[in-house]
């Protein structure tokens, strides 16, 4: 493809390099935190989103930080954004906004990149104040830490944060990326370098939770969400649409087992919709955009074989999955 139709996103040797985030500023230090003062915008179907609705769910600040869904379908406009036409009038009920791109734009009218999901939005000013998803999880864990509920757990204890943050690191390049410069590839060569990269990672964490109940021992972390929302999107979605076809999560026994772990705990299966995944991976203009004829859902997988034993259990030298941030390090 000649270079004036590549995305602004494909770099010269065609290999997908993602636009960096806009809209930065922490949370407790430029940002207050501040319960009812923002609203987390998110589409069920997209993993870097999947992250912080998760985090949001299992530390209770769902009662302080309100959630706007849009469709996993992106809108038939001649640009790309998320449009919140699941609700009553295509609007968003608390915003007033159709489109994501909305509060972009009141922050920066000059915005020019893709409006992404997650994005915290100020309610009062409509505005876009944090859209960077990868430390937007750490922002609940920390910053958010005082409007936590009781007993919530810690998914970052300070005496893992070092090794939580060299997983976080890898898990985004090599896996959470690493599927999307596999399906956005616009070369052979591109394409089969993060191909590799992305198997030779997946092999790696198999044989690692062999002997590992969760990435870093016993307790679920950080790093295990990010992880966890590639997992459940790849058999469903990336295997066939974004051709990561060497083999399926279901075929690595312990990374299986292991998506079903996280799967079957409180904040994950209530949080991941198949359906929005699969209308959007293959309905949507994000694969394929060219077709012309009807484009097909699939009409599996099986979803039941989630909720299977995975006797990961066994791995563990106790029955609980998070760490207790009471407990003495």
């Not at 906004?97 to 997650?118: A, L, N």
């Not at 943050?165 to 390049?173: K, L």
Request: aromatic share 12%; glycine share 4%; hydrophobic share 30%.
């Amino acid at each position: 493809m000649s270079s004036t139709h590549q995305p602004a996103e494909i770099d010269q040797d065609g290999s997908f390099k993602r636009q960096t985030n806009r809209f930065t500023a922490p949370f407790g230090e430029e940002l207050p935190v501040q319960p009812g003062k923002y609203r987390l915008l998110w589409s069920p179907a997209c993993p870097w989103a999947h992250r912080a609705v998760i985090v949001r769910k299992i530390l209770g600040l769902d009662t302080s930080i309100s959630l706007g869904t849009a469709s996993p379908l992106r809108p038939q406009i001649d640009r790309v954004d998320w449009e919140f036409s699941l609700d009553e009038n295509h609007k968003d009920p608390e915003l007033g906004i159709q489109y994501v791109s909305e509060v972009y734009f009141h922050s920066d009218p000059d915005y020019k990149g893709r409006p992404t999901v997650p994005v915290m939005v100020d309610i009062d000013e409509k505005k876009a104040v944090n859209n960077d998803y990868f430390t937007l999880t750490t922002d609940f864990e920390t910053a958010w830490a005082p409007l936590h509920k009781k007993g919530a757990p810690d998914l970052y204890p300070e005496h893992l944060r070092e090794d939580i943050d060299q997983w976080s690191d890898v898990i985004f390049h090599d896996i959470n990326n690493g599927v999307y410069k596999c399906g956005f590839a616009y070369s052979q060569e591109a394409y089969e370098q993060a191909f590799d990269k992305l198997f030779a990672r997946l092999d790696e964490l198999e044989g690692h939770l062999s002997e590992n109940r969760f990435l870093l021992g016993d307790f679920i972390t950080d790093s295990d969400v990010r992880l966890y929302t590639t997992l459940a999107r790849f058999d469903a979605a990336y295997y066939n649409g974004f051709n990561t076809n060497r083999n399926l999560i279901r075929e690595f026994p312990n990374l299986w087992g292991y998506a079903r772990d996280l799967y079957q705990t409180d904040g994950f299966s209530n949080t991941t919709d198949f359906h929005a995944i699969k209308q959007h991976y293959h309905l949507s203009i994000t694969i394929n955009p060219e077709r012309t004829e009807e484009k097909i859902l699939p009409k599996g997988p099986d979803l039941s074989v989630w909720e299977l034993p995975h006797h990961r259990e066994k791995l563990s030298k106790t029955k609980e999955k998070f760490h207790d941030k009471r407990r003495t390090t």
